[in-house]
């Protein structure tokens, strides 16, 4: 998220994460979501986690498959902490 006054990111992380539990298959499969909702979804981290969880779990994928969805992963953090660094204001003189 981009950096903006303290009460404002408090907000907007909590709206992200009431927004990417539904999305992200914790409650019902996203197969079974409208296809905009799928493709939002198809875009979020936890979407991702949760089906590479799944697919640890059952052991359906290979690693190649469990690799990808780590990979995305890990470019949603790198992303994240490249935009924090880029927009965050420096506290130190």
Known sequence: MISIPTLRKRRTGTLERLLSMPL???FLPREQLPDV???ISDWLPLS???D???AV???SQDAAYIG???L???AWIVGAVVL???TLRRRTP
Request: proline share 0%.
């Open 24 to 26: 992200g298959g914790i």
């Open 52 to 54: 590479a969880l799944q």
């Open 57 to 59: 779990a059952a052991d």
């Open 72 to 74: 995305i992963i890990g």
């Open 84 to 86: 924090g660094s880029v």
């Open 68 to 70: 990808g969805e780590l």
């Open 37 to 39: 909702l799928r493709m």
């Open 48 to 50: 991702h986690a949760i």
